[in-house]
């Protein structure tokens, strides 16, 4: 059975939440990282990296969120364009990257600087806002003009990791900073999920 390495954070969450979409039956092995058991050498052999997420799938072992989105996509050919040369794939591809390299952790250290940073902290604070509001800004200005983020005609309304990542990250980043007023269009669930509402956070 698939072994997911996991604490409640927000990598890991993106992970359990895809598990659950896609109907895999998998063990959840909670890692202590507070107590930090992430360091202990058998974690390690699984990521190097020493965080959570990690995933064991048979001979197969992956370590950061956004690969490990991908290959679960991949491995059951839902929620991303299988079609390796298709322009969707791409887009696909992309706007995952874009959430990786760039509305994620900007958003992240954003939030670190404005709730929990020592002071002085407003050079580092002013950069990542100005960062994060950046990207939720080109967002939005796709979800203005697009009803999804691969566009209206995709896959019937099915919506892609990529929505799934950003809904996440937008929860989080609600969470210390409303984006709300920044990125209108990406926080109208019905632009983000098929049927409308599916992903929209209860509390
Ligand atoms: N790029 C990694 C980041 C993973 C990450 O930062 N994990 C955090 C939880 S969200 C963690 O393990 N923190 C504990 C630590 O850094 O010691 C990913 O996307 O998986």
Same mark, same amino acid.
């Not at 939440?17 to 107590?35: F, G, H, N, S, W």
């Not at 696909?92 to 509305?103: C, D, P, Q, R, V």
């Not at 404005?114 to 002013?126: G, M, Q, S, T, V």
């Given at each position: 059975?698939?072994?997911?390495?996991?604490?409640?954070?927000?990598?890991?969450?993106?992970?359990?939440?895809?598990? %659950?979409?896609? %109907?895999?039956?998998? =063990?959840?092995?909670?890692? =202590?990282?507070?107590?930090?058991?992430?360091? %202990?050498?058998?974690?390690?052999?699984?990521?190097?990296?020493?965080?959570?997420?990690?995933?064991?799938?048979?001979?197969?072992?992956?370590?950061?969120?956004?690969?490990?989105?991908?290959?679960?996509?991949?491995? =059951?050919?839902?929620?991303?364009?299988?079609?390796?040369?298709?322009?969707? &794939?791409?887009?696909?591809?992309?706007?995952?990257?874009?959430?990786?390299?760039?509305?994620?952790? *900007?958003?992240?250290?954003?939030?670190? *600087?404005?709730?929990?940073?020592?002071?002085? #902290? %407003?050079?580092?604070?002013?950069?990542?806002? *100005?960062?994060?509001? &950046?990207?939720?800004?080109?967002?939005?200005?796709?979800?203005? #003009?697009?009803?999804?983020?691969?566009?209206?005609?995709?896959?019937?309304?099915?919506?892609?990791?990529?929505?799934?990542?950003?809904?996440?990250?937008?929860?989080?980043?609600?969470?210390?900073?409303?984006?709300?007023?920044?990125?209108?269009?990406?926080?109208?669930?019905?632009?983000?999920?098929?049927?409308?509402?599916?992903?929209?956070?209860?509390?």
């Amino acid at each position: 059975m698939l072994q997911f390495f996991y604490n409640t954070a927000p990598n890991p969450m993106k992970v359990a939440l895809l598990l %659950e979409e896609l %109907e895999i039956t998998y =063990e959840a092995i909670p890692v =202590e990282t507070r107590k930090g058991q992430q360091f %202990e050498p058998k974690f390690l052999a699984i990521n190097p990296n020493g965080k959570v997420p990690a995933v064991v799938d048979g001979s197969v072992s992956l370590f950061d969120s956004n690969a490990i989105l991908l290959y679960l996509a991949d491995r =059951e050919q839902k929620f991303i364009p299988t079609d390796l040369k298709s322009p969707d &794939r791409a887009k696909a591809l992309s706007w995952l990257m874009f959430i990786a390299s760039g509305i994620g952790p *900007f958003s992240g250290q954003s939030v670190h *600087f404005r709730h929990a940073a020592p002071d002085p #902290k %407003e050079y580092a604070l002013n950069r990542y806002d *100005f960062e994060a509001h &950046r990207h939720w800004k080109l967002l939005d200005d796709h979800l203005s #003009k697009n009803t999804y983020m691969l566009g209206v005609d995709y896959s019937s309304g099915m919506y892609t990791i990529a929505i799934v990542l950003i809904r996440l990250v937008a929860t989080t980043y609600q969470a210390g900073d409303s984006a709300s007023p920044v990125a209108p269009n990406s926080h109208a669930s019905t632009n983000w999920v098929d049927p409308p509402n599916r992903l929209t956070p209860t509390a």
